[in-house]
């Protein structure tokens, strides 16, 4: 192995201990850095590269909107591939008459989400609505706003005493609670009832898990039980589909395997293959109406909101997704991924649990199989297994904090969606040497 090339420049990176190859090329589902070195991206980056690396056909479109006009104010202007996308993409979400509002990232689309919760509300007369009630060990974004829904402990820590928290539930864990959909689900009833249902605007929540707890599917009565709720109590359902949208899971959308219609729905991530940050917040057609009769406008904004170029690229990446049926391939795939981690990863002695739906799996790490006993955190052990897998040259995921908010340890696996049954062969393989017979 070449040994890494380590910045030492003006780049300020978010992990500082972490020495960088510098990357040449990307192709397919693979990277290549600058000593020649080969990697499979076996987790899309943070599950972000859906159609793969190198499609030229996103890099023309890109190209031929640049050439066009680079940027015109969502004030001002719209502009072609924004009207297309949007009219491609109505069919395709689960709300009727859906508006789409575009923005630049995951903790963008969430922010922008939680306000016009608060003012669908207003719209409809109930000014005393909100607080927006989250999931414990869930994650949103990392804005302020983002975070005081997100229920990730590491993460909200410094910021506590500057943000307005909100209340959280806890949220399905089979592995770790037996609890059945229906008697998790009524968390959040209880929830509503103890903040005073006149005082809740919204619950969010990834409808499986993301990060924070790995590739988790609720029980199927969950959340057609939400949905029941939040419509008792007048409270709006919003589905954050960062992680789980356009096709990762196998489906267009996470809530499509309960055929659960939300109130709002975010998405980014995959929207654009990664080759623009962009994302959208999709709303029921009658309420954003609502909000034009009864406030005027949205108030919410952003100096790079509705990109011209942005569009572009999220147009090309859905053709490709449509046009190669890659929804329908993740499914495929995917069952074949789970197979092959199960056979070759199912017995090892610190695997207790191995998850997922479509192209989007996880293995949490224990300490005891028969006690679900985490490692500590210090140990770092899903750090550790990431390492080695980057020696070797695969990229995964990882995470920390599953079993109780600060320990437990995740390998996640979400490669691009064009992966090949031959490919899904050499990413399980290459896992299986980065894991050691036994764990510290």
């Not at 899971?249 to 995959?270: C, E, L, N, R, Y």
């Not at 969606?417 to 896992?431: G, P, R, Y």
């Amino acid at each position: 192995m070449t040994p890494y090339s380590h910045p030492h420049g003006h780049v300020f990176y978010r992990k500082m201990g972490h020495r960088r190859p510098k990357i040449s090329h990307g192709q397919g589902i693979y990277l290549y850095d600058d000593s020649g070195q080969r990697y499979l991206d076996g987790s899309g980056g943070p599950l972000v590269v859906n159609v793969g690396h190198g499609r030229q056909e996103i890099v023309e479109a890109m190209s031929r909107q640049l050439a066009a006009a680079a940027y015109v104010h969502a004030i001002m202007f719209t502009n072609e591939p924004l009207e297309q996308y949007a009219a491609a993409l109505a069919p395709l979400v689960p709300l009727p008459g859906p508006r789409f509002y575009f923005l630049s990232s995951g903790s963008e689309v969430v922010e922008g989400a939680i306000k016009l919760a608060r003012q669908i509300q207003l719209a409809r007369g109930e000014p005393g609505r909100r607080l927006v009630v989250g999931r414990h060990q869930s994650y949103h974004g990392m804005t302020l706003g983002a975070l005081s829904v997100s229920g990730r402990p590491g993460l909200r820590a410094p910021y506590l005493d500057m943000m307005a928290d909100m209340p959280h539930i806890q949220p399905p864990y089979p592995y770790r609670d037996p609890a059945g959909g229906e008697e998790a689900a009524a968390r959040l009833e209880e929830t509503i009832l103890a903040c005073g249902p006149d005082k809740v605007a919204a619950f969010i929540a990834e409808p499986i898990s993301g990060a924070s707890l790995g590739a988790v599917t609720p029980p199927n009565d969950y959340w057609p039980c939400i949905r029941r709720i939040c419509d008792d109590y007048g409270v709006l359902l919003i589905a954050d589909e960062v992680l789980t949208g356009f096709g990762r899971t196998g489906k267009w959308w996470g809530v499509d395997h309960w055929d659960v219609q939300p109130d709002i729905m975010v998405a980014s991530k995959g929207i654009a293959g990664g080759y623009f940050p962009f994302g959208f917040i999709a709303a029921r057609g009658d309420d954003v109406e609502q909000i034009r009769r009864s406030l005027g406008d949205f108030n919410h904004g952003g100096t790079f909101s509705h990109h011209a170029v942005g569009a572009a690229a999220a147009l090309a990446t859905l053709h490709i997704l449509q046009e190669e049926k890659l929804v329908e391939h993740a499914a495929r795939l995917g069952a074949l991924l789970g197979a092959r981690l199960q056979a070759t990863l199912g017995d090892h002695p610190h695997v207790g649990d191995i998850r997922g739906r479509g192209l989007f799996w996880a293995i949490e790490w224990v300490k005891d199989r028969e006690t679900k006993e985490p490692f500590p955190v210090k140990e770092g052990l899903a750090w550790k297994i990431w390492q080695r897998a980057f020696d070797l040259g695969l990229i995964v995921y990882y995470s920390q904090g599953c079993a109780d908010g600060v320990n437990g340890d995740l390998t996640m696996i979400g490669p691009p969606l064009i992966i090949t049954e031959e490919q899904v062969e050499e990413l399980v393989s290459l896992l299986a040497m980065a894991v050691p017979p036994s764990l510290p």
